[in-house]
């Protein structure tokens, strides 16, 4: 997986899907919320909204597709290796990140 795939599958599957920039950085918006954002930081990775629990989780499961960053300690967010991720594992978190920051309208 690439960001081009990223955003090609999100904008297909992903209703209202914004390709932009958040923090000066390409990202993936809905109504204006940003909900995946391709960081540029020496670490790289694509930043996700997870739920506590399932980070603690997808870090405790040692595949190394998943990571964090002090700067990540104690936020619902996950980092991601698109080059090492499963394509239906990140189309999952994908989709969560997405319902986390799209409208009620939106994610029924």
């Known amino acids: 997986m690439n960001w081009d795939d990223v955003t090609a599958w999100a904008q297909e599957e992903l209703p209202e899907t914004e390709v932009a920039t958040w923090y ?9 919320k940003g909900y995946a954002r391709l960081r540029t930081e020496s670490e790289g990775g694509l930043v996700l909204f997870v739920g506590l629990d399932e980070k603690a989780a997808l870090l405790a499961s040692g595949d190394p597709a998943f ?3 002090p700067h990540y300690d104690g936020h619902g967010s996950i980092l ?13 978190l994908l989709t969560e ?11 029924n």
Do not use: I, N, Y
Request: proline share 8%; aromatic share 6%; charged share 30%.
């Open 67 to 69: 990571f964090t960053t």
């Open 80 to 92: 991601v290796h698109l080059d090492r991720v499963d394509p239906q594992q990140l189309r999952e």
């Open 97 to 107: 990140s997405w319902r986390s920051k799209a409208p009620a309208r939106l994610s």
């Open 24 to 32: 000066r950085t390409p990202a993936l918006k809905v109504a204006g």
